[in-house]
């Protein structure tokens, strides 16, 4: 059961570069979501899929891109990196609706270094 | 607002001690509360969650968690810590009132239990 999958693992991008960091869910959920982890600031949501064809922004949206391609997947792109932007990023899923206290479900993380 | 503190950055102890990791909310409505571990170059982990109920919440590793009212805590808590215990820990508590699973997290606490 691989649970929530994210690829890459470790990137390094130059400034101003674009990439898309790819995430897949095989638990059949509906909730999808994007955070990153700094040092000391725990996890900040990015953005949020509450079902196939949504997404909102979280507490950091700015520079980010996101898209729910179908239920399974939840893509979030850097169209233009910046050194701010260095941090490791998690998708994470979750089954709601079915009660609106089930865990999240984290990927391992990607850690995006930009120079 | 939705909010978590964990006022300790790290905790120490030594194995086979008790330990108390430290988290207290603020909320609007009911608080559904949340603790996850994160081992080293791994995602988030739902140990336990309140949701209403007894006040002592059992979950996963032997871990257990008091939720208290009157001091708005959430305290996790274990009678014996094994070296494996050492990880990152986070408290998170549901972002709204009103339906939603996004979470707010803390910032986390470091647990380093020494042999």
């Known amino acids: 059961n691989a649970g929530v999958t994210q690829t890459p693992k470790f990137q390094v991008l130059k400034t101003g570069q674009s990439m898309t960091l790819q995430c897949a869910q095989d638990?059949?959920?509906?909730?999808m979501y994007w955070y990153r982890q700094d040092p000391g600031m725990g996890l900040r949501l990015i953005y949020y899929s509450a079902s196939e064809g949504t997404t909102d922004k979280g507490e950091v949206p700015n520079g980010y891109n996101v898209s729910r391609l179908n239920k399974r997947e939840f893509s979030l792109r850097l169209e233009s990196a910046a050194p701010s932007q260095t941090s490791v990023y998690f998708c994470?899923?979750?089954?709601?609706?079915?009660?609106?206290?089930?865990?999240?479900?984290f990927g391992d993380g990607t850690r995006l270094s930009i120079l | 607002a939705q909010s978590v503190a964990q006022p300790e950055d790290q905790v120490n102890v030594a194995e086979g001690n008790p330990l108390t990791v430290k988290c207290t909310y603020s909320?609007?409505?009911?608080?559904?509360l949340f603790w996850y571990v994160q081992y080293p170059n791994r995602g988030l982990q739902f140990l336990l969650k309140y949701i209403t109920g007894d006040n002592l919440v059992k979950g996963s590793y032997g871990f257990e968690a008091e939720f208290n009212k009157s001091q708005t805590s959430f305290h996790l808590k274990k009678p014996s810590a094994l070296v494996s215990d050492s990880a990152l820990y986070f408290c998170a508590v549901r972002d709204s009132p009103y339906n939603t699973d996004k979470l707010i997290f803390g910032t986390g606490t470091r647990l380093q239990v020494f042999p």
């Open positions: 638990m059949n959920h509906n909730s």
């Open positions: 909320v609007s409505g009911n608080p559904y």
């Open positions: 994470a899923s979750s089954e709601a609706p079915g009660g609106w206290h089930q865990p999240q479900h």
